[in-house]
């Protein structure tokens, strides 16, 4: 993990794909939170608060509060839903239309509990993306989730067509062929770039995590690279790639 932002209230890592973020029924050690209750605890500070979770497989920035009245602050902003989160994903088809939103309640896959799925009786979830460069097969997609559900870019994006390469949960038969050839041994999703209100002041604090080697790669072989540099025309961000 890698320490992207800290200051006496709060505290972004930079989360590496494959690595849990807390304790569960599965995974009851070895998690991120478990690493960085270790670090406070290393440097005599108290145990920070966990604020959101990502995937295992999904990488990047994960928040946590150092302080009670930060705790309060941030878990109010993600209740209302002021906190802004974009995200990166590469995917195997392009998305139709290449801008806009997709409005899809999603509930749990009665046939697969792993999954979700676009149904009427499920939660209100709403994804809005952006198609930032594509080549023959593949896309590179700016994505922001206005609501929080479980897998909801990922669902989301498979729903209209393009699901993520590398994600054999949601890929129609066929496409995994695409996730070997790019060697994408993950769902490629890349939690790049978090904004809050700073608590007590308002102010605005934007963290983005660089993008993860296989990410990069995964870019590389499918001629996507032209993405980032419309990306950093957007966002003027050229330090945090």
Not at 178 to 184: F, H, I, L, P, S
């Amino acid at each position: 993990m890698t320490v992207l932002y800290e200051d006496e209230a709060l505290l972004a890592i930079g989360k590496p794909s494959g690595l849990v973020v807390h304790p569960a029924y599965k995974h009851p050690s070895g998690t991120l939170a478990d690493a960085v209750f270790a670090r406070q605890r290393a440097r005599g500070e108290g145990r920070p608060w966990l604020l959101h979770r990502l995937d295992r497989d999904t990488s990047g920035v994960v928040l946590f509060a150092k302080t009670v009245a930060a705790r309060r602050a941030l878990v109010r902003q993600f209740e209302r839903r002021t906190v802004r989160k974009l995200y990166l994903a590469i995917t195997c088809g392009v998305p139709t239309p290449t801008e806009g939103a997709i409005v899809g309640p999603l509930r749990r896959d009665p046939a697969d509990r792993r999954r979700v799925l676009v149904a009427p009786d499920g939660q209100p979830s709403t994804t809005c993306y952006a198609v930032l460069a594509t080549s023959s097969a593949a896309a590179v997609v700016l994505a922001q989730p206005l609501t929080g559900r479980t897998h909801q870019i990922r669902a989301h994006l498979a729903h209209q067509g393009a699901p993520l390469v590398g994600d054999a949960l949601y890929q129609p038969a066929g496409a995994g062929d695409m996730g070997t050839r790019v060697d994408a041994p993950r769902a490629m999703l890349h939690a790049w770039r978090l904004e809050v209100a700073y608590p007590g002041t308002g102010a605005l604090v934007v963290v983005a995590a660089p993008l993860p080697a296989d990410f990069r790669a995964a870019l590389e072989r499918l001629g996507l690279c032209d993405g980032l540099g419309r990306l950093l025309r957007l966002y003027r961000l050229a330090d945090s790639m």
